[in-house]
């Protein structure tokens, strides 16, 4: 091998290695960030549980009149960066993520979660829960007709723990915090020939989530409706090159819930 060789060879790596460490730095804040949001909705939460303990404690019926098992389908937006390591490598091989001519990149997306809720202590209840998460579709012209498509779409399936105050037996405020795996499934349209059709590759990665939630909740006994906002950190998908993007970020939810079981 050529001293010439050996240098490319050495550029190479250095570069590689500092891709490396800056994904490391980038994850490490991000996580860092979804840290402090989830902080803060605890902090939210014991404050509201100092000034509604009074309220609290003067309510002679429980929540719902202490029904154990609940649904939750709620319907919103979600807030994600409009760059990440995973964005930038598609750019680099000719992908572009076109929104249409009234779209921002930074805009908001819609957003659909669904939870099923079991109360297992007065305040205390644990759920499981999944949520859209990022959704995003990129061109690339093909030269050859129809332009190539790359397309993904992320889906978690969280165990979330929340506690919440009754404040009244139709009203409660509540704080959770979830884990689980990330689901992200992509596809690839590639138009190989003028004549034929695009070929198709589909793949799922598995990755992982994190979850800071909060809101309230304004219910008869058996319906209701709920407000629900938080942060979502979830690094799927990632490609060959270990370059991830964040599908979580900012969530605001609106929507229905059930109630049924009875007390404890």
């Known amino acids: ?39 803060r909705l605890i902090a939210l939460a014991l404050l509201l549980g100092g000034v509604l303990a009074p309220s609290v404690a003067a309510a002679k019926e429980p929540f719902v009149e202490g029904q154990t098992w609940g649904l939750e389908v709620g319907l919103g937006l979600g807030w994600v960066g409009d760059s990440s390591a995973y964005t930038r490598t598609l750019e680099t091989f000719g992908f572009e993520d076109k929104h249409g001519c009234c779209w921002d990149p930074g805009a908001p ?49 969280d165990v979330q723990a929340r506690a919440f105050l009754p404040v009244r037996k139709w009203f409660r405020v509540y704080a959770q915090f979830g884990v689980g795996p990330t689901f992200t499934g992509s596809r690839l349209y590639v138009q190989t020939t003028a004549d034929a059709e695009q070929t198709k590759y589909r793949e799922v990665d598995v990755g992982y989530n994190v979850a800071g939630l909060g809101g309230l909740e304004l219910s008869s006994k058996h319906a209701g409706f709920f407000v629900q906002g938080g942060y979502f950190y979830s690094p799927s998908p990632k490609n060959r090159f270990g370059d991830a993007h964040q599908s979580g970020g900012g969530i605001l939810l609106f929507g229905l819930s059930g109630h049924f079981g009875r007390p404890l």
Not at 22 to 30: D, Y
Request: glycine share 10%; net charge positive.
């Open 1 to 39: 091998m050529t001293s010439g060789h050996r240098a490319c060879g050495s550029g190479h790596t250095r570069e590689e290695s500092g891709r490396r460490v800056a994904a490391v730095f980038i994850g490490t804040e991000i996580a860092l960030v979804s840290l402090v949001h989830s902080m």
């Open 109 to 157: 997306r819609f957003r659909f979660s669904g939870a099923v809720e079991r109360i297992v202590l007065p305040y205390f209840s644990v759920l499981l829960q999944t949520n859209l998460l990022d959704r995003q579709k990129w061109y690339r012209d093909s030269g050859l007709g129809e332009d190539d498509v790359f397309a993904w779409s992320s889906w978690t399936l």
